[in-house]
């Protein structure tokens, strides 16, 4: 079965960087565009990033463009989030994601992916 394992996750002062990973298994992952969300105390899970099964093109939310960059390694089944110049608003669960269809659907809606991580904590201090 599909399985996404988010790793990399923790404590880090405002200003500092974390390098988030996406361990995945059960699926042809070369085959799939794949995204990054993100879910804090009390509010919705929100899009952050995605990349193209080709790893030819990213999407970023605005909130986050400039300092993040996501990537993957497709002979690692691997996909990172790379994040610099942390923020405390950055704070949340981070949740990796796979897209099911190349060519439908939008990378800036959860309801557009299928399986999901059970997420890694990311909190950023003052």
């Known amino acids: 079965q599909v399985q996404l394992v988010e790793s990399g996750g923790g404590l880090v002062q405002a200003g500092g960087s974390l390098r988030l990973s996406c361990a995945a298994s059960?699926?042809?992952?070369?085959?799939?565009?794949m995204g990054w969300f993100r879910q804090a105390p009390g509010k919705e899970r929100e899009f952050v990033a995605a990349?193209?099964?080709?790893?030819?093109?990213?999407y970023y939310a605005d909130s986050v463009k400039g300092r993040f960059t996501i990537s993957r390694d497709n002979a690692k089944n691997t996909l990172y989030l790379q994040m610099n110049s942390l923020k405390p608003e950055d704070t949340a669960v981070y949740y990796c994601?796979?897209?099911?269809?190349?060519?439908?659907?939008?990378?800036?809606?959860?309801?557009?992916?299928?399986?999901w991580g059970q997420g890694t904590q990311v909190t950023v201090s003052s």
């Open positions: 994601a796979r897209k099911p269809s190349r060519y439908s659907g939008s990378y800036y809606r959860t309801s557009d992916y299928d399986y």
């Open positions: 059960g699926l042809t992952f070369s085959s799939y565009d």
């Open positions: 990349i193209r099964w080709s790893g030819n093109y990213e």
